[in-house]
C-alpha cells in the first residue's frame, strides 16, 4: 500500500475524532514547547552569564584570602588575615605577568542621607580599581591616590544606593553617614546589574578610600581581596601562577600544606558559570522531556482505544488482502502523524513562549534551531515508540474473530 | 454486465484446470480451555470452475468454519486444500492475504463496509493491497459499482443507502479485483424476502458469466438459486446433490409484489 493512501486514512481516522486527537496532541505540544522554550531559557542565561564576564575584561585575577580551618571547622574565603597590602605591592613588583593590582576590603553600615538611610557593602579599595574592572563613571570625579594617601572621607556610590539614598537628586557634593561619620560623595557609577555567577546586585556598594576604611570603619589591616590585571589575556594563568608561588613563598607555606588565599582567572570563573547554566539547561530540557513522554503515553492509550474500536475495520482490511505488515504500518503511521503535528504545533507554542517570557520577564532566551530539530525528531519518536504496541496489536488481531466483533 | 464478463473470463484464462477447488480429508480442532471443539471431522470435496454451490447446515455443523477455510481466513488442522491446483493449506498469513487480495471476493451477512467512507472508496478497498495505481484503481471500482447498478450512488455513505443497495456495494468490493472465486456468507440474512431474491439474481447473472460462486446459507429457499448444494451436519458433507428444478430469480421478481421503500 503506497504511503500517499497510508497518510490519506490516516488523517481521516484522526479528523473523525477530532477533538480527542487535538486533547492527545496536546501532551505533545506542551512536551516539546516546554522543551524549546526551557532550552531557551536556559541558554539564553548562559549567553548572558557569557557577555557579563566578557564585560567584565578577561585578563582580570582576583586574589582573596583564604580560608581558616578551625578545629574541624572551615570558615569559607575571605577569612585569613595574611592576605596584606605588602604582598599587592609584591606582585606588581615581582610578577612580570601582573601589570597592575587594586586592594580590596570591605565591611557593611548603614548609610545615612537626611531622613533615608540604606544598609549596604562599603568597600574600601584605589582608583585603580574601577580601572582593572572597566567600571566607569556616570557622574562626577572619584578619589584619587592622593586621597588614598590622606585616608579622606570621599564616597564613590553605586547606582542602586544612589536611587535608595538620593532618588532623582544629584548625589555629587553631598554628604552621607557611614557608621556616623561623614563622607562627601564624588562620584557615581554606571550601572553594572547582577554579577555573573553570584546573582548579587553589584551596583549595591560603596567605595571609599582603602586607607579611610582600613583606619576610621573596621581598624583592620589586612585585605579581603586583591584585584590584578594580567599584562594581556593570555598572561592570566601565568599571572595566576606566579601569583600562587609568590603569596606561598611569602606567606611561608610549606609544599604539601593547602593555601591560605585563592587565586581564580575570569577565564575559570567564565567555565564555571557557563558549566552550571549547562547543568540547568540540561534541568529543565529533562524535566520538560517528561512532559513529552506523558504526551507519548496518551497518544498510545489513545492509539489502544482507536484499535479496539475499529476492530472490524481491521478485519474487513484483513479479509480483502491487507497483511500484517499493512495493518501495523497504518497505525503506526497514524500515531506518527498525531504525534509529529502535536510536535509542529508544540514548536509554534514553545517559539510562543519564548517570546514571551523575553518581553514580560525581560529574560534573554536563546530559540536554538538545534532544539527545535531535536524536539521535532523527538516527537516522531515518541510517536514510533507508544505507537508501536497498539499497531502490533491491530496487526495481530485474527480476521476472523475481528469480522465478528461487534 | 460487461465488467463481470471481463472478470469471469479473466479468470478462465488464468487456469486450464476446471478444476478450482479441491479439499482433501480436511480436519479443524479449537482449543478451547480444556476442551477440543472438532468442527470439521474430514471433509472432502471438489469444486469446477462456473459452479454455483449452496453449503446449507444448521448452526455448529461446520459451514461456517468450512467457509473461513476456503476464504484462506484460516488453516486447516490437517488435510490438504488446493486452490486452482496450488495447495494453500499451510501457506504464512501473508501468502494467504495475497490470496484474498487476488483470487477471492468477499461478502457478508452484514455487509461490512466502512462506515463514514462513500460506496466508491468501500469498493477501492481490495485495490489498495494491489499494487495498482491511482488510476486504474479508480476506474476497476467504478466499473464494478455499474456492474451492480450503482454508479449514481458512488459518492453515498453506507447510511445513506438501503441494505439491497450496501449489499450491492459489498459485492462490487468482492469482484474488483478480478477474483476466482465469489465467497458469500449468509449474504441475504439481514435483508427481506425481495430484497434477497435481487441479490440472488445478481449472483446468478455473475455465475452466467463464468464466476465461480460458494454461498452459504441456513435458507432453503435461498439455495435453490444455487446450481449445487451441499449440506453439512456434525463436521461433515452429509449430502451432495445437484439443485433440481433451480429457479431463474429473474423469474421469480416478476412473481412478487413489489415492496415500495
Redesign the interface.
Known amino acids: 500500500m503506497e504511503l500517499l493512501s497510508i497518510l490519506r486514512i490516516a488523517w481521516r481516522a484522526l479528523a473523525r475524532n477530532k477533538l480527542r486527537s487535538g486533547l492527545t496532541m496536546l501532551g505533545v505540544i506542551i512536551g516539546v514547547g516546554a522543551v524549546i522554550a526551557m532550552v531557551g531559557v536556559g541558554q539564553g542565561a548562559s549567553q548572558a552569564v557569557q557577555e557579563q564576564i566578557a564585560a567584565m575584561g578577561s585578563n582580570v585575577v582576583f586574589v582573596a584570602s583564604g580560608t581558616v580551618n578551625r578545629g574541624g571547622l572551615r570558615l569559607g574565603w575571605g577569612q585569613t588575615k595574611s592576605l596584606l597590602y605588602d604582598d599587592m605591592r609584591a606582585m606588581v613588583r615581582e610578577c612580570p605577568a601582573v601589570r597592575s593590582a587594586a586592594p580590596g576590603a570591605a565591611t557593611t553600615a548603614q548609610i545615612v542621607f537626611g531622613n533615608d538611610n540604606w544598609f549596604t557593602n562599603v568597600q574600601g579599595t584605589e582608583p585603580q580599581y574601577f580601572e582593572i574592572r572597566d567600571w566607569t563613571f556616570a557622574e562626577g570625579v572619584p578619589f584619587t591616590q592622593a586621597d588614598v594617601d590622606a585616608a579622606a572621607n570621599l564616597a564613590i556610590i553605586g547606582n542602586t544606593v544612589r536611587q535608595n539614598l538620593f532618588g532623582a537628586s544629584d548625589p555629587v557634593g553631598q554628604v552621607i553617614r557611614i557608621k556616623d561619620l561623614p563622607f562627601r560623595v564624588v562620584s557615581v557609577l554606571n550601572a553594572k546589574g547582577e554579577s555573573a555567577h553570584m546573582g548579587q546586585d553589584q551596583d549595591d556598594v560603596i567605595f571609599v578610600p582603602i586607607t579611610t576604611l582600613q583606619k576610621k570603619l573596621t581598624g583592620d589591616t589586612w585585605l579581603r581581596y586583591i584585584v590584578v590585571s594580567a599584562v594581556s589575556r593570555q598572561a592570566s594563568y601565568a599571572a595566576q601562577q606566579e601569583i600562587t608561588a609568590l603569596l606561598r613563598d611569602r606567606h611561608r607555606i610549606r609544599p604539601g600544606q593547602d593555601d591560605d588565599f585563592m587565586v581564580r582567572n575570569l577565564a575559570d570563573i567564565a567555565q564555571l558559570a557557563d558549566q552550571s547554566s549547562r547543568v540547568m539547561t540540561l534541568l529543565l530540557a529533562s524535566i520538560a522531556s517528561v512532559s513529552l513522554i506523558v504526551g507519548g503515553i496518551g497518544i498510545m492509550n489513545i492509539m489502544l482505544v482507536s484499535v479496539t474500536e475499529r476492530t472490524r475495520e481491521i478485519g474487513i482490511r484483513m479479509a480483502v488482502g491487507a497483511t500484517e505488515e499493512d495493518v501495523q504500518r497504518q497505525f503506526l503511521i497514524e500515531a506518527v502523524v498525531l504525534s509529529l503535528m502535536g510536535g509542529a504545533a508544540g514548536i509554534l507554542f514553545g517559539v510562543g513562549a519564548s517570546m514571551l517570557i523575553t518581553r514580560l520577564l525581560g529574560w534573554a532566551v536563546l530559540i536554538s534551531p538545534l532544539a527545535i530539530a531535536v524536539a521535532a525528531l523527538f516527537s516522531a519518536a515518541v510517536g514510533i515508540f507508544f505507537g508501536f504496541y497498539p499497531a502490533r496489536k491491530a496487526a495481530r488481531l485474527d480476521p476472523i474473530e475481528a469480522l465478528h466483533f461487534e | 454486465m460487461s465488467t463481470l464478463t471481463q472478470a469471469a473470463s479473466h479468470a478462465d484464462a488464468s487456469s486450464a484446470t476446471p478444476e478450482l477447488i479441491r479439499v482433501e480429508d480436511v480436519h479443524k480442532y479449537y482449543e478451547l480451555g480444556e476442551t477440543r471443539v472438532h468442527a470439521l471431522r474430514g471433509v472432502s470435496v471438489a469444486i469446477s470452475r462456473g459452479e454455483f454451490v449452496a453449503i446449507m447446515g444448521a448452526s455448529g455443523s461446520g459451514k461456517s468454519t468450512f467457509m ?1 477455510l476456503l ?1 484462506c ?2 488453516r486447516p488442522s490437517s488435510g490438504r486444500y488446493l486452490l486452482e491446483g496450488t495447495d494453500v493449506s499451510q501457506l504464512e ?2 501468502a494467504l ?2 490470496i ?3 483470487k477471492l471476493g ?1 461478502v ?1 451477512q452484514g455487509f ?3 462506515s ?1 467512507t462513500t460506496a466508491l472508496e468501500n469498493v477501492e ?2 485495490t ?3 499494487q495498482l495505481n491511482k488510476e486504474e484503481r479508480l476506474q476497476r471500482a467504478r466499473e464494478a459499482l455499474r456492474a451492480v447498478g450503482l454508479e449514481d450512488r458512488m459518492d453515498h455513505f453506507p447510511s445513506q443507502l438501503s441494505g439491497g443497495q450496501q449489499q450491492r456495494v459489498a459485492i462490487a ?1 468482492a469482484l474488483v ?1 478480478r477474483p476466482s472465486i465469489l465467497l458469500a456468507d449468509e449474504p441475504t440474512g439481514n435483508l427481506d424476502s425481495r430484497t434477497s431474491v435481487e441479490i440472488m439474481d445478481v449472483f446468478q447473472k455473475l455465475n452466467d458469466q463464468g464466476l465461480t460462486i460458494v454461498l452459504v446459507t441456513h435458507e432453503p429457499d435461498i439455495s435453490r438459486f444455487a446450481k449445487r448444494s451441499l449440506h453439512f451436519r456434525d463436521g461433515k458433507i452429509r449430502r451432495d446433490e445437484a439443485v433440481a428444478d433451480r429457479p431463474r430469480a429473474a423469474e421469480a421478481l416478476k412473481a412478487m409484489p413489489r415492496v415500495e421503500d
Do not use: E, I, M, Q
Open positions: 473461513n476464504g481466513l484460516d498469513k501473508k492475504a495475497a484474498r487480495n487476488r468477499f457478508f461490512n463496509l466502512l463514514r478497498l481490495p489498495l493491497y494491489a468490493r479485483n
